[in-house]
């Protein structure tokens, strides 16, 4: 499946694997998804995005955690189609080239100088259509092997992306009886015990009573892997 973005292995039962994927309606994705635990015979639950408050990886090489700003994403960006920009300079600028001049091709997409681009780069991070554009380091290759997806059963996604270590902050639906925890963060560090140490304050202040830490055991994917499709289903 070329929109399967994220697959994770993570120590919990009954659900010890984690996928995230696209579809064009609610019923398509659950039929992708049933075909597949049917194959297998698998027990599943579909936990659909009701908001992505955050996402924003990066880290804090001597605290050993990950380190991000506090900055919500906006609530309802605007659909790409509606900006008046072709489709061609957001494939540009998903990936830029390592080049003296990493911008020029999105600008010549648009026919604008290279500061004009960035203006309109600029514009759209506001909307929240694009993200903030910047290089970051290979976290396992710098001793980040650890990270662990958070679930609370308290919806305090907005106060959790307000968090310094918070990477992904997602609030998503329950299922009664299967899955009662809507609240999602993601942290990333050098070992269990820091983020331990970190996740515990984290909850204090977020006033949580109820939630889980699902340790990452193996990715499926991976980083490249995982640019290559988001770049494939881009095209």
Known sequence: DPYVSHNFQRD????????VTKANSRKELEAKVASVAKRYGLDYVVL???????????????????WTKGRLLPENPPPLSSLGVPMAFFSKVKSLPLAPEPFKEAAEVLGVSVEEALGKIGEFIKLGVLRDLHATVDGEAVGFRENA????REPVCEAAARLNITT????RNTVPGKWEYPCYFMVHGVSRQILEDYVKDAVRRLGASDYRMLYSVRDFLGGREMGRRVEKVAE
């Open 12 to 19: 919990y039962k009954p659900y010890n694997l984690w996928f």
């Open 48 to 66: 659909y995005s009701l908001r992505s408050y955050k996402v924003d990886v990066r880290f804090d090489l001597r605290r050993g955690v990950s």
């Open 149 to 152: 997806m958070v679930v609370l």
């Open 168 to 171: 992904h902050v997602v609030l």
